[in-house]
Nanobody
Framework: QVQLVESGGGLVQPGGSLRLSCAAS????????MGWYRQAPGKERELVADITSDGSTNYYDSVKGRFTISRDNTKNTGYLQMNSLKPEDTAVYYCNARLVHPITRSDNLYWGQGTQVTVSA
């Protein structure tokens, strides 16, 4: 069974940066597409950014110009680079990816376990 494993969250001061990573627990699976979501206390989960199979990206308005989503196909890993962080970016961040089996070529959607990002002085 394959899972998505996230890392990179933590506590950062306003204006600081963090980079989140998301990788399949079994490296033989490749990433077809990926999205990063976040959920703050008392709020619904929202899409922050996504990247399609052809590399097209899309960003939530409040993070445009500050966050960058990317992927490294050689490592089957996706990233969310977050710069100029604000207190309102505080949330649990989840990655969501469609992973492709190397032999069957079937793809399924998976969620990561979530990683806490806290922006505070």
């Amino acid at each position: 069974q394959v899972q998505l494993v996230e890392s990179g969250g933590g506590l950062v001061q306003p204006g600081g940066s963090l980079r989140l990573s998301c990788a399949a627990s079994r490296s033989i699976f490749s990433i077809k597409s990926m999205g990063w979501y976040r959920q703050a206390p008392g709020k619904e989960r929202e899409l922050v950014a996504d990247i399609t199979s052809d590399g097209s990206t899309n960003y939530y308005d409040s993070v445009k110009g500050r966050f960058t989503i990317s992927r490294d196909n050689t490592k089957n890993t996706g990233y969310l680079q977050m710069n100029s962080l604000k207190p309102e970016d505080t949330a649990v961040y989840y990655c969501n990816a469609r992973l492709v089996h190397p032999i069957t070529r079937s793809d399924n959607l998976y969620w990561g376990q979530g990683t806490q990002v806290t922006v505070s002085a």
